[in-house]
């Protein structure tokens, strides 16, 4: 019995559900919180004993006026910083190149050496604070400027905790900002793994990620499928380096979006958990518990977010972190309500943070353990699910893998027939959006956003053109050959880019002589 609606991966939706929708054994397939295969939750008294880490994505202008809000975040209650990069950041280029032009401090923060990390993180107790840095084509570089600012405040790398996205083969589906090829992208990724082992071992290596692709359009099953897949070639590239999967798998982390469709997500979290803990534990061969715990960070949609009647994405952000806590997440940013408009702005990154204390502090949600499990809907859409990535996951292997997916186009093919989809639904009404194509009004109240002053881009230039002026261009020259000689052999990369940085190279010299060595990427016109 089915009223023809249908969830977002496509599977069909009943009226009502029951114990004829749970095939036999859901006890073996669900185990216990903190047990294989994980469908429960990573741990086992989950909230109970602690709520999520709660996060709030920020970056803007300079690192002085994000050095600001971080300080106004924490004195607010959030747990964790979470760091927004500029595009010229993000793509490894200075703010005085020619191609940052228009784009320094837009999206996020300016960092171009280690004087703008030192700034970023003024102040800031690196030894009892969680970073996350949502960059990843030069996310190693970023990680030794912050490393090198800890060392500089007396706290050794083994004294840091947090996360680098550092997951690049995403960017060839769906979000564009990588700068190599992908071989040399994974050896970058296999060398950041087996350094953080070493010098900052609480670290976690990489955040592989499935937001960006559903913020292009993929459905859930998508989303999970596309995710593991690129997890099984870190995993595989991690192991072609000489790295015992023990060694590096407890230090992956996942990153998830979380959609309005409650009871979908809860029950995407559910089967990506189990799905992830099995291939581990079968293919890999992993040992440690924590190399088959799939431990992720969960933004709420900001592709679900409107410009028109900004404030009813309050309610939004509400329902989507309500199912990202729901289906076990270890972490949570929740979108400001303004994003649709501009960069939010104080008060309404303050609302964001609320809305995740509310969640902690004045429901149930923290009393018990996975509250949705055995309910009939949730575990046959979970079974649904799992169903669907994996037939999409041997897709992608009958390619050969990610990587040699990702060169014929096919996820990207798969994504952009899915986010076309949703807006030809969007477009006639079959796909309700509240304020956008119904419950409209015509006088939207004026909504004044917050703004980057475009004087940002001089004042960086002229800071590196101090800083270059300033610092010794005899040690830089040398740290950054050793760099091109590494980059060119086999050794490990980021020893030499470490000593390159101290020296107060920047980050578009390093990445420069990593572009000179293996190149850049450019996609095939195929697709």
Not at 11 to 38: C, M, N, Q, S
Request: charged residues 25%; hydrophobic residues 40%; negative net charge.
């Amino acid at each position: 019995m089915s009223d023809g609606r249908s969830s977002e991966s496509g599977f069909p939706i009943k009226a009502v559900y029951g114990p004829v929708d749970v095939p036999e054994g859901l006890d073996t397939r669900l185990g216990a919180p903190g047990r294989f295969p994980y469908t429960r939750g990573v741990y086992p008294t989950m909230y109970t004993s602690r709520p999520w880490t709660m996060r709030q994505y920020a970056g803007f202008g300079t690192a002085a006026e994000s050095n600001a809000r971080y300080h106004q975040l924490l004195a607010a209650g959030t747990m964790g910083l979470s760091v927004a990069f500029d595009l010229p950041t993000q793509m490894g280029y200075d703010s005085d190149h020619p191609i940052a032009h228009g784009e320094v401090g837009k999206v996020g923060v300016a960092i171009d050496s280690v004087e703008d990390m030192r700034t970023l993180f003024d102040g800031i107790p690196l030894d009892r604070v969680s970073t996350s840095m949502t960059i990843n084509a030069p996310g190693s570089v970023l990680l030794l400027l912050y490393q090198l600012v800890a060392e500089e405040s007396g706290v050794a790398g083994t004294g840091l905790n947090g996360t680098i996205q550092n997951d690049i083969l995403k960017e060839y589906i769906a979000r564009g900002t990588y700068i190599f090829p992908p071989k040399p992208s994974l050896r970058l990724v296999a060398d950041t793994f087996a350094y953080c082992r070493k010098e900052v071992p609480r670290w976690n290596t990489i955040s592989i990620s499935g937001y960006h692709m559903a913020e292009a359009g993929a459905t859930p099953a998508q989303e999970i499928a596309f995710t593991l897949a690129n997890g099984i070639a870190y995993v595989r590239a991690a192991l072609a380096a000489g790295l015992a999967v023990d060694d590096f798998a407890p230090r992956l982390s996942f990153f998830f979006v979380a959609r309005t469709t409650l009871l979908e997500e809860v029950a995407k979290f559910r089967a990506a958990r189990r799905i992830w803990a099995n291939l581990m534990r079968d293919e890999f061969g992993a040992e440690d518990p924590k190399s088959l715990m799939l431990r992720f960070h969960t933004q709420t949609a900001g592709v679900q977010l409107t410009a028109q009647q900004p404030e009813v994405n309050l309610v939004r952000v509400a329902v989507q972190g309500l199912a990202a806590v729901l289906g076990g997440t270890q972490s949570l940013h929740t979108n400001s309500f303004d994003e649709a408009i501009a960069l939010p702005t104080e008060k309404a990154a303050r609302l964001a943070l609320r809305t995740q204390q509310v969640l902690a502090y004045e429901t149930d949600l923290t009393a018990t353990v996975d509250p949705f499990a055995g309910s009939y809907v949730v575990e046959a859409m979970t079974d649904e699910i799992e169903a669907g990535v994996r037939e999409l996951m041997d897709r992608v292997a009958g390619y050969g893998g990610a990587v040699d997916a990702i060169e014929a186009g096919f996820q990207k093919r798969e994504i952009e027939t899915s986010a076309y989809r949703i807006a030809q639904e969007i477009d006639s009404g079959d796909r309700v959006v509240v304020g956008l194509n119904r419950f409209t009004i015509d006088d939207e109240e004026p909504y004044e956003p917050l703004r980057v002053d475009p004087a940002i881009e001089a004042a960086q230039a002229a800071r590196l053109a101090r800083l270059r002026t300033e610092r010794d261009a005899g040690a830089v020259e040398r740290s950054l050959a050793d760099l091109r000689t590494a980059a060119s052999g086999t050794e490990n990369v980021l020893y030499p880019m470490r000593e390159a940085l101290r020296a107060r190279a920047t980050v578009g010299e390093v990445c420069g002589v990593l572009r000179e060595v293996w190149g850049t990427y450019r996609p095939s016109d195929r697709f």
